[in-house]
């Protein structure tokens, strides 16, 4: 008995093994991603009841309730697969933000997105531009693909540096990847100084412009790229239904770019990427106003509030475009 029992035991190590060495290198390297817990595991985790969240920048204001009710009307159509080319969504999106349809593309979440552009972007010794710190997901991408990271820190004051990530610009740069406001430091890009950045871009690489917390943003000098989408800069926007619109459980983000960028991207994508509730639901939401500016006044609000918090309390902190505060003194991995 112990004999065959030690024979099924080498059996399974050799497969483990040998599937390991199938992994594809990339992969094999890659950390898995470590999400925000959810409440009910740090209740159970320490005893605790009523958590509050606050991990994931997620909005307390909850779910729009043009979306709730977009989406529970729909729920007799179930049976139905979704619009593969999110038709209607995708329309409602280019009308909001004043661009052509084709212009426009949706994926779930924008975590895929980044994957997606990663996906038809990247090959093995391409150089990829990320600041740091930052959202993980563009190192993530950039290690699936076997491209290079190359890590461009953000100034003292946890600003972006413009002329070092102009500097670290090289032939083989592919994707630029910006963040603003930037997860997790909420500091952001000024309009004039992306401008100037944009201005000594060489064409071949393209800028990845993660405006996530962009509807949070009040400074007057704020940009979301997507002015410079429609100008023709090699630029995607990217954009998402988590943040001021409430609805991270259902999935959906969006990008803007050129027609031709988001043709390529719409060839990697999976056919029903979106599902019917996320399509329905992100629609509405998008003509929810209300809601919208709720969200935000209401974080305005709350910003200022914690900063007075603060200071009474000798709490260092970084003024924030998001609904995140940033403590400077916080290390980074
Ligand atoms: C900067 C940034 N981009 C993208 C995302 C992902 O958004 P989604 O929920 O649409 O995948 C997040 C989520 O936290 C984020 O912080």
Same mark, same amino acid.
Do not use: H
């Given at each position: 008995m112990t004999a065959i029992v030690n024979l099924l035991f080498l059996r399974v190590s050799q497969v483990g093994k040998s599937v390991q060495s199938r992994v594809r290198r990339a992969v094999y390297g890659l950390p898995p991603y470590s999400p925000g817990k959810p409440i009910w595991e740090v209740e159970q985790e320490l005893g605790l009841q009523h958590v509050i969240k606050l991990?994931?920048?997620?909005?307390?204001?909850?779910?729009?309730p043009k979306a709730q009710k977009a989406m529970a009307n729909y729920l007799? +159509?179930?049976h139905r697969y979704p619009d593969a080319n999110a038709y209607t969504l995708r329309r409602a999106i280019s009308a909001h933000c004043d661009?052509?349809?084709? +212009?426009v593309m949706v994926g779930n979440g924008a975590d895929e997105l980044i994957t997606l552009i990663s996906e038809t972007f990247l090959a093995e010794g391409d150089e990829v531009i990320i600041p740091h710190?930052?959202?993980?997901e563009y190192a993530f991408g950039t290690h699936l693909m076997d491209a290079k990271p190359c890590l461009v820190g953000l100034s003292d %004051?946890?600003?972006?540096d413009l002329e070092a990530v102009q500097n670290a610009v090289?032939? %083989?740069?592919k994707l630029i990847f910006f963040c603003s406001p930037n997860n997790p430091t909420g500091t952001y890009i000024r309009k004039k100084e992306f401008e100037q950045f944009l201005a000594t871009l060489s064409s071949h690489a393209i800028v990845v412009f993660d405006?996530?917390?962009?509807?949070?943003a009040t400074a007057?000098?704020?940009?979301?790229?997507l002015e410079y989408v429609k100008k023709g800069c090699p630029i995607i926007a990217l954009h998402t239904f988590s943040k001021i619109y409430g609805l991270a459980g259902i999935r959906v983000g969006f990008g803007i770019s050129t027609p031709e960028i988001v043709g390529f991207i719409n060839r990697v994508?999976?056919?029903?990427?979106?599902?019917v509730l996320a399509q329905v639901g992100a629609a509405a939401a998008l003509d929810d106003r209300e809601h919208v500016s709720r969200s935000k006044l209401g974080n305005e609000s709350g910003r200022n509030e914690l900063y007075q918090a603060f200071e009474s309390l000798g709490i260092c902190y970084l003024p924030s475009m998001s609904n995140f505060i940033f403590d400077p003194h916080r290390r980074t991995n």
């Open positions: 991990a994931s920048n997620e909005n307390p204001f909850g779910p729009s007799a +159509q179930l661009v052509a349809w084709d +212009q710190p930052t959202f993980s %004051r946890f600003e972006y090289t032939t %083989r740069t405006a996530a917390y962009s509807d949070y007057e000098d704020y940009t979301d790229g994508k999976e056919p029903f990427n979106v599902n």
